[in-house]
């Protein structure tokens, strides 16, 4: 009798061996059913179909990492999440059925409350342009004045890659703002980046507006005093801590981009400063230097970072030393006796792809916990280069677009005493016995600024950290049940089957030189 364990006789039936799919269901564009995980193919595509100009400007606002595709969730993600939260705003997607689901999926279990639009195409419409014409009916199906203020229609991959023209749909409809953007994952290398790509559409709409004439105020009035734009998704009480200490300044906190409604808009391109507190949203900077505001980096977190950025924005808005040192000497003080009060003691490996990473870990260091390492999935900007400096200079290795490889590389060199990280790096750490914490949803959202951010992690950090022996529990336990693939708990020995795993691995590598082959052609 064998030991081998098995299910079924799925093993003993017979493979009758036909034809490639592809043969049966050719499409003309040679990208359907690809996605963007397909690396170069679908740039090629796009190049070929006249979008060359949009992905060099692509690569130039989000230069690409060690790897040429996205190592977190579809980057789509970040635009349509940005478009859902907006009031009188309709979202419309347009891409393979399968990437729409998801997205959908997605938004939904984040919170949104409201439908996605989505124009279904086949290789038939690509190649006519019909998926175009389509997407021009529903937008104007769609514009209703009476309901939306602007309808967002998104391209995802293969739409992208075939070339379908957003920019030749009308700017309004029935005076409904029509907002095409193209976020394909081939080209934006992270969610948060694809946050920039709407928001910076909807900004360069707005200022040409204001260009064109008067335009609507807030809803909640003008404020009597000169704002500071924030840029950057943060937690709700963020704003309000950074007003209280802007006061002294005679600024106000303004709009948060990316904006909650269409009004809020002109209200940030009013503003006297602009705040990259989360520093990658280069093309919304583009569109605020256009409109001649300065633009300040880093964030109030901290008492180091606080001072140094009241310091900056006085600066930029023409503050006297003696407004600069008042508004100073009312919060430092307050955020130094939080960081005592509410200390972290331990080794923390940081890592993330929220765009708020560098910040987390000075707020870290200067509550006592030692951070030997931080990975942010996105890029080195002008606006981070502050918070660079000061992690460097307390030991820390930074690394920007830092792969997974990466970030599980330094927590298994460290061992640290808690891991925070994506979800893959914080199942790994488990696998190792290391306390885990998930970045986006126990780390980012919670308040960062000022007095109140000070003392907001110690509590989760410090509860973590204290788990290192239920860990070593749990390991204990699971000891001995297998990994990878003899993971389980098995009465045989399981099937495993190393010749197939050759025979696949000698196909890829066929197929590698052969597509190298055709790029010498």
């Not at 967002?152 to 309004?172: K, M, Q």
């Not at 909650?260 to 940030?268: N, Q």
Request: charged share 20%; with cysteine.
């Amino acid at each position: 009798m064998s030991d081998r364990v098995t299910y079924d006789a799925a093993d003993e039936v017979e493979v009758t061996t036909g034809h490639p799919r592809e043969a049966e269901m050719p499409t003309a564009t040679g990208v359907d059913g690809l996605g963007c995980h397909s690396g170069s193919e679908m740039e090629k595509a796009a190049r070929m179909a006249g979008n060359s100009e949009m992905l060099d400007k692509f690569a130039e606002d989000y230069p690409q990492g060690p790897h040429d595709k996205p190592q977190s969730m579809c980057p789509a993600f970040g635009s349509l999440r940005v478009g859902l939260r907006m009031r009188r705003v309709a979202t419309v997607l347009s891409g393979s059925a399968c990437c729409v689901y998801g997205l959908t999926f997605v938004s939904h279990f984040y919170g949104a409350r409201r439908s996605v639009g989505y124009v279904p195409f086949n290789s038939e419409t690509l190649v006519t342009g019909k998926l175009f014409e389509d997407i021009r009916e529903s937008v104007h199906d769609l514009a209703d004045p009476e309901k939306y203020d602007a309808i967002v229609v998104t391209n995802l991959c293969v739409p992208t890659a075939s070339g379908v023209p957003l920019r030749l749909l009308p700017d309004e409809i029935n005076g409904v703002r029509i907002v095409g953007i193209d976020v394909p994952g081939f080209g934006i290398p992270t969610h948060a980046e694809a946050k920039d790509v709407l928001a910076g559409a909807m900004l360069k709409y707005a200022r040409e507006e204001i260009e064109a004439g008067p335009v609507a105020a807030p809803v909640g009035g003008k404020s009597d005093r000169p704002t500071v734009a924030l840029l950057g998704e943060m937690f709700p009480a963020d704003p309000m801590m950074i007003g209280q200490m802007l006061a002294p300044l005679g600024l106000a906190a303004g709009p948060v981009v990316p904006c909650r409604e269409w009004r809020e808009l002109y209200a940030a391109l009013d503003s006297a400063v602009v705040a990259a507190v989360h520093p990658f949203y280069t093309s919304a900077v583009r569109e605020f230097q256009a409109a001649g505001r300065p633009v300040v980096g880093s964030a109030p977190v901290g008492r180091d970072g606080t001072a140094e950025w009241l310091k900056n924005i006085g600066a930029a808005y023409g503050c006297s030393a003696e407004q600069v040192a008042e508004a100073q000497n009312a919060i430092l003080p307050a955020i130094s006796g939080a960081l005592a009060a509410t200390p972290i003691k331990g080794t923390i490996t940081l890592s993330g792809y929220e765009g708020s990473e560098l910040l987390v870990a000075r707020l870290l260091i200067e509550s006592g916990a030692e951070v030997p390492y931080v990975g942010t999935a996105c890029p080195r900007t002008p606006w981070n280069a502050d918070d660079q400096a000061w992690l460097e200079a307390k030991g820390v290795k930074v690394k920007f677009r830092a792969s997974l490889e990466d970030d599980c590389a330094a927590m298994e060199a460290v061992q640290p005493d808690l891991a925070i990280g994506t979800t893959p790096v914080v199942q790994k750490a488990k696998e190792l016995g290391i306390p885990g914490l998930y970045f986006t949803n126990l780390i980012s959202a919670r308040p960062l600024m000022g007095v109140a951010g000070a003392g907001s992690l110690a509590e989760v950090i410090n509860a973590a950290i204290a788990n290192k022996g239920r860990m070593d529990h749990m390991k204990a336990f699971f000891e001995g049940v297998g990994e990878g693939d003899t993971a389980g708990v098995w009465e045989g020995a399981p099937n495993l089957r190393p010749d197939f795993r050759a025979q696949n691995a000698k196909k890829l590598e066929r197929q590698a030189k052969a597509a190298k082959a055709a790029e010498m052609i």
